[in-house]
């Protein structure tokens, strides 16, 4: 295939959310395909170049959330309101007609503005666009409106149904879990290709300084890390980590969150900070810059067990990085996990959604002793390589752009 300039839109490409960071990621696979990968975004990081920054296209704005409030949650709203996400949509289309021109782009990969609704007119526009110009577009789908109960009931079905996806000819899709696939072609009858999150398996990552983080964080060297390193939203279930420290009972024990943004509220992160002081659990949050593999290798580094008890996820991309840097997982079985990567030969504790006792003797029996993982952080690493690669990557992505040219 010749080399083609694919234009990556979505509201954000910045910090440390999933969809940033698996963006980034196909776009490295991308680019070792031989393409170009350019930027377009309501808010853009370092690190995204090159890169249009379109305010209007953000989900966290006076605007966006107004707009939101008024349509979800309720089955109508007033006519104004349309009409403003209308006018919205217009002024963003033109806006992505004039970038898809000018910088030439020959194919479109919007990363998940069209599959979960936080920015309406963002997602209107590009079905708009996308219909009225035949633009080849691969939209790479994270998370659909019907996945999150908050939008639920609506307004705004019927622009759910033309742009969350919009399902076109001129529009090839990726989902990124076997679930979402399956769900896609019930609903809309269009079929995807699976993506799913990958990490670069074939260049294991440089030894992280862990002593370096856990100065960093204010850690003594003998403290024992618990190492949640997801954002600070509900359905992340910080709350079992926090419980999961109490009922270990170890004064020396620190629960560390890496990941700050509040993306839903303040209210939560609030809670959890109630919750480990009535606990007595060390709870802190300390930052890593992903920007810098070696900050997040340092932070895994310190780690003395890594936690994933999320309810829900469209994939886990911490599961990837905890195979990935090699440390030992408590993980709950979301039904992603249950799905498509728990049956892969993970070994992981697990939780069916409680803290069971089992749970929590496992993993007093892990932090007291490390070779009781030491073969499973190996085996995991190697189920990432054969299954969530760069690799993998690259065959799904070229049929995908094959597929969209082809339209």
Known sequence: MSALRIGMIGTRFAGLDGVSLEARKVAEVLVSLGHEVMWWAGRIGPGFAPAVVEPDAYFDTPHNHALNGAVFGADDCPESVVASLRQSAAALQARIDAWVEEASVDVLMPQNASAIPMQLPLGLAIARHVAHTGTPTVAHHHDFSWERERFWPNAVGDVLEEAFPPVLPAVSHLVINSLAAAELERRTGAVARLL??????????????????????????????????TRMIPRKGIEDTIELAHRLADPAIRVVVTHPEPDEGATYVEHLFALAERLGVDFRVVGVDTFRATGLADAYAAADLVTFPSRVEGFGNALLETFFFRRPLL???????????????????????????????AASEWLADPSRWTEAVEANYEIGRRFFSYEVAGEVLGAALAEARAH
């Open 196 to 229: 799913p999150n990958i990490m670069d398996f074939a260049n294991p990552p440089p030894p992280g300084n862990g002593a370096a983080f856990r100065t960093a964080a204010g850690l003594a060297a003998d403290d024992v890390v618990i190492l949640q390193p």
């Open 331 to 361: 993980v709950n079985r979301f039904d992603v996990y249950r799905a498509d990567i728990g049956p892969r030969g993970v070994r992981a504790i697990e939780m069916d959604g409680e803290l069971t006792n089992e749970v929590v003797t």
